[in-house]
Structures are given as C-alpha cells and as structure tokens.
C-alpha cells in the first residue's frame, strides 16, 4: 500500500475490515471499563473521606492519603 492510500484507509467512515472493527471495539472497551472503575473508586474514597471529616474524626487524613496512593 502506498501512503496515500494507508492514510485513506485510516480515515474516520473508511471500510475496514470486520476483523478490524472488531479489535478496535474490544480494545476501546477494555480502556473505558478500566478508566471507569478507577474513576469509581476515587469517587468512593474521597466520599468516605469526605464522611471521615464531616463525622470529625482524626484519621480523615490519613485514610485519604493511604486510599489516593
């Protein structure tokens, strides 16, 4: 393939392959569920420290470092 017709083949709506299609779905959707849980757990971390510090107790801080790290 010369380079004017691999850029066109990367190009957004080109036809590709189902084979393809199919890896670039899997690979995307790997990357978003991982993105997902890791942005889940930092919700729930800082709420519980969040909690920690509202109820005033000592150990707020040191929960939030340990969970963040």
Known sequence: MTTPAVGRALEVGADVPQSVALYWLYLFRDHYFRMETSAYALQFDIMTALSQLRDDLP???????????
């Open 59 to 69: 150990s707020w801080r040191d929960y939030l470092t340990t969970a963040v790290y």
